[in-house]
């Protein structure tokens, strides 16, 4: 089984700030991993995968993931935020193939100018 | 525009009068999913369908059931909601599951009273 760990429920950070989302997987063969963003009112929309090859992972809005598979995390990034930023994001994980998803609780993510 | 279109968008409802949550999608997926979020517990996996007269549970399948007699349309029909079943409700789609990006629609909130 699978599953995904997403410690921090809220995480508030300042305009320009630097800000990393904590996200742990654990899953028995090898994993897809993926981060989605909610904004409010909103379905969730794709910031990033990593399916395999190079464990740093760019993304749309300026947001990266490093995939490290001996911590099994998949941390997210973005070295300066802006107040768009503001919304919920979660993180998720795939056995691949025909394999169901398996998302976390989800982050909230305060920008405060 | 790629789409996942789901209808109605909010829904209040009483206990045990029959629903339909409708959901289309405009990319010839072959897989569709549906989930619904609640507080703190992000997003749990209702039912799948993999292609055409495929379907099968997810982990919250109770109370709920679907039909996927076209490609394009997979609906969540509640034969007899009850209030614990209100929540907000995604249909996704994707190429293939597992790596490939999910298109979500806009959700639909459900209240039973």
């Known amino acids: 089984a699978q599953s995904v760990t997403q410690l921090d429920s809220q995480v508030p950070v300042f305009e320009e700030a630097p800000v990393e989302l904590r996200c742990n997987y654990s899953?028995?063969?090898?994993?897809?991993l993926f981060w989605y963003v909610q904004y409010p009112n909103q379905g969730l929309q794709l910031l990033l995968k990593?399916?395999?090859?190079?464990?740093l992972v760019k993304g749309i809005n300026g947001f990266e993931a490093e995939f490290n598979k001996s911590q099994t995390s998949f941390h997210l990034r973005k070295p300066s935020v802006h107040i768009s930023d503001t919304a919920e994001y979660f993180c998720?994980?795939?056995?691949?193939?025909?394999?169901?998803?398996?998302f976390g609780t989800g982050t909230k993510l305060q920008v405060i100018p | 525009e790629a789409q996942v279109t789901q209808n109605p968008r909010y829904l209040i409802t009483v206990t045990g009068k029959k629903l339909t949550v409708t959901c289309s999608q405009n990319m010839n997926h072959e897989y569709m999913s549906w989930y619904r979020q609640d507080p703190g517990l992000g997003l749990r996996q209702i039912y799948y369908?993999?292609?055409?007269?495929?379907?099968d549970k997810g982990d919250v399948p109770e109370g709920y059931k679907v039909s996927r007699k076209e490609k394009r349309n997979f609906p969540l029909i509640l034969e007899s909601p009850s209030p614990n079943q209100t929540s907000l409700y995604f249909c996704?789609?994707?190429?293939?599951?597992?790596?490939?990006?999910?298109?979500f629609g806009q959700g639909t909130r459900l209240t039973v009273v």
């Open positions: 998720a994980v795939s056995n691949g193939g025909y394999q169901k998803v398996t």
């Open positions: 990593y399916l395999s090859g190079s464990t």
């Open positions: 369908s993999m292609n055409v007269e495929v379907t």
């Open positions: 899953s028995s063969v090898s994993v897809y």
């Open positions: 996704a789609s994707s190429l293939f599951q597992g790596g490939a990006e999910a298109f």
